[in-house]
């Protein structure tokens, strides 16, 4: 199973719904079922593309997005919800799921998991120094 990946997918999916849909006055087409079929052949540029669009209508719907409707209520999965509050619900769901994928990731990469680059030699940490 690549559960980094399925996590993505997810996320990906469920963003879409609690963000881009609601601000873009869409039609919610998401599956979240199909978000979590085990696709083990689910590859890194899928991946990247993914991503990639997902911001790319985020910016969209942020650019064009009328603030004044923040209040407005929506129902999404069966919760009422205002705008604003599916937005602050969105963005705390995809932290937790962020928070997953770095510790999938460090368990997969062990040691070779660096999250901070950390000066070794004496010219590195005199550099870092200087540039405060």
Request: proline content about 2%; hydrophobic content about 40%.
């Given at each position: 199973?690549?559960?980094?990946?399925m996590?993505?997918?997810?996320?990906?999916?469920?963003?879409r719904?609690?963000?881009?849909?609601i601000?873009?006055?869409?039609?919610?087409a998401?599956?979240?079922?199909?978000e979590f079929?085990?696709?083990?052949?689910i590859?890194?540029?899928?991946?990247?593309k993914?991503?990639?669009?997902?911001?790319?209508?985020y910016?969209?719907?942020?650019?064009?997005?009328?603030?004044?409707?923040?209040l407005?209520?929506?129902r999404?999965q069966?919760y009422k919800?205002?705008?604003?509050?599916?937005?602050?619900?969105?963005?705390?769901h995809l932290?937790?799921?962020?928070?997953?994928?770095?510790?999938l990731?460090?368990i997969?990469l062990?040691?070779?998991?660096?999250?901070?680059?950390?000066?070794?030699?004496p010219?590195?940490?005199?550099?870092?120094?200087?540039?405060?």
């Amino acid at each position: 199973m690549n559960s980094i990946g399925m996590l993505i997918t997810h996320l990906c999916g469920s963003f879409r719904q609690w963000m881009i849909s609601i601000m873009n006055n869409e039609v919610d087409a998401r599956n979240r079922l199909a978000e979590f079929i085990n696709n083990k052949n689910i590859n890194k540029e899928t991946l990247v593309k993914l991503v990639l669009k997902l911001e790319s209508d985020y910016k969209t719907a942020i650019d064009n997005f009328d603030t004044s409707r923040f209040l407005e209520q929506r129902r999404i999965q069966g919760y009422k919800v205002t705008i604003m509050s599916a937005n602050i619900r969105a963005l705390t769901h995809l932290e937790g799921h962020i928070g997953q994928i770095v510790l999938l990731t460090r368990i997969q990469l062990g040691d070779a998991y660096k999250i901070f680059w950390t000066p070794k030699t004496p010219e590195e940490i005199s550099a870092r120094i200087l540039k405060r």
